[in-house]
């Protein structure tokens, strides 16, 4: 069988505590039991993880890179126990980061990656050149109504997706299947305006018996995409909804939840990972981060990161949009423009939403900023 | 309507500091637009968080803590979205901690808690005082009945509950069917000997859409418990599954995947949160955690704020079961009831598999170490 490979970063003094970390990791997300109790054979030979590769991780941050294999047997075409194996026990330890993924023929055949990524957004949006843009309907307590009309000028003011809040859920103030309803119709009624092609993208995160339902009645209602943040509903949802041919619609995630994942240095995944790999693998197409210099603590350099894991070659998977956002302004679109270029998508929420009596006009005004045809 | 709030612990320098990122929490967690354009009346009123207490949070650590209530209008009756609100985008932030929450007639509405509990779990092992104790069969690699025959073991050597590795999903030399069948009946043979009411825990960890049916498969073949990785499957699978009464099956819930949410003193939850609280708003019975001076890097301190979180008067919901594991021996077994007396639920897997030729023998020698009755 194929077998795939993670490379860790760890934090160790030298050579020989950093090799002993490694074989310890290669039998903690494997089998688990102390080594002098692997039984020989295909337990040994196959599942144990394998210690490939260990070397010095460069002057500048100090550690070691371990590159460890494990068998696509151990997986068993099950995506959270691609998780589990990549990062479960050994998650709780310090010290130690995912840094990169090798992929298998198992991995492949599991993940179907996304369906549309850039250039499938690029069609559906028609924005053939320059950054896509990306608004969010909010806040939570507005009426299904007040947010369909927030969606409608959102639209009309040139922004190619309409997503939710993501803390819009099914709030008795705009109940899911209303706030659906009266959104789809607020972007198609623009849309007939302007003959444009603007999509609104619910969030479908909810309950875990009612999430496949809700993206099924987005898709039925006309959505244009969906919004999931995999790390209150799971990591798999993402996978099964963009494996199915019958489904077909993009998926946006959001990072609510997750912060703890990257957060420091030396612990959870680097930010190319965990927004950029992970992502492209559980078949997402575009994904939200925070943006440098916004209200979260990111550097240009790892948003820069973000970026290249999503889009850099990774087994043949499309790239996907990287949508940077939290604490965008006006004043903020030359900068990003200059970090940035034409491969993000802008995501624009509050800073909207604060020239409330003239939408239609600020979003249009945003747009120009951001294409540069202003 | 009710107000839930949640006390997060905050790095800063000075209280104006403090008070500042406590009302940026306020309006991330909840509106997440600017201050200035949060709608008057309804959303401002009700939506917006609010602070109620601000205070230093005592000279051994420094920093500041913030209590900020929240609508349960805004919950929605979503769990996912509790969570959202509890700690969604500040997640991503350093410097800020979960430390407590105080219940709102909404939350006791929507999460019935752990059907079971300690209590419950007393009475379906007939463990009526002492600690229970669990092992788990593995490693991945064996074959279905290779795992029944093990399972059988534990349960004639005494051990109350047997639990799959939580590596154990639906590979091929163990399909989940094939193994929940070998499992179930070897436990059943090891009870019609001894009389007891051993308890074989499948993992139903697995594809979002599959994870209901191994949970009712597992139900209808005569398991005596299921168990949930929700930093994986997502954290309203155990809620709805506790919450349905023709389930009715205890469940263990599985840390892996979840490190980084409380690895580091200054982001994430507080073990008490993360590991006590949490999860009986979840709905689980037992949670297994890294035990102190084992693979992990866990103190007995966190581990004690443990079984607080686990036990403590909380909303009237059962106490929980605090199930450490991860590096337990036959020589810890003093230690551990020093720290933990009869609280706690003693997960043991490596250190007995190693005994795997007598098996039996040395689940007993184990049972009779840790009741004290050897």
Known sequence: MGRFSVTYWLGAADEPEARTRAL???????????RDTVPAGYVEDEILGRLEKIEPAGTERGGFLAEIS???????????????????????????????IRLSEGILSLCAGPRFGLPGLRERTGVDNGPILMSAIKPVGLSASELGRLAHDFALGGMDLVKDDHGLVDQRTAPFSDRLKACVDGVNEANARTGGRAAYV????????????????????GAGGVMVAPALAGYDVTRALAADPEFGLPIVSHPTFSGANMITPTTGFSHRFYFGLLQRLMGVDAVVYPNFGGRFGFTLKECQSI???????????KPIVPAPGGGMTFERV?????AYGDRVMYLVGGALIREKANLVEASKRLVAAVRGDA
Chains 1, 2 share one sequence.
């Open 307 to 317: 970026v290249e894991g999503c889009q850099m070659e990774f087994g043949g998977y």
């Open 202 to 221: 619910p969030n479908i995160t909810g309950p875990a018996m009612q999430i496949f339902d809700r993206a099924w009645m987005a898709k039925e209602q």
């Open 334 to 338: 030359p900068e990003m423009r200059a």
């Open 70 to 100: 494990y068998s696509d047997d151990d997986m068993g075409g099950d995506f959270l126990q691609l998780l589990n194996i990549v990062f479960g026990n050994s998650s709780i330890k310090a010290n130690i980061r995912v840094e990169d």
């Open 24 to 34: 310890d990791i290669a039998l903690e997300q494997t089998v688990e039991i102390p």
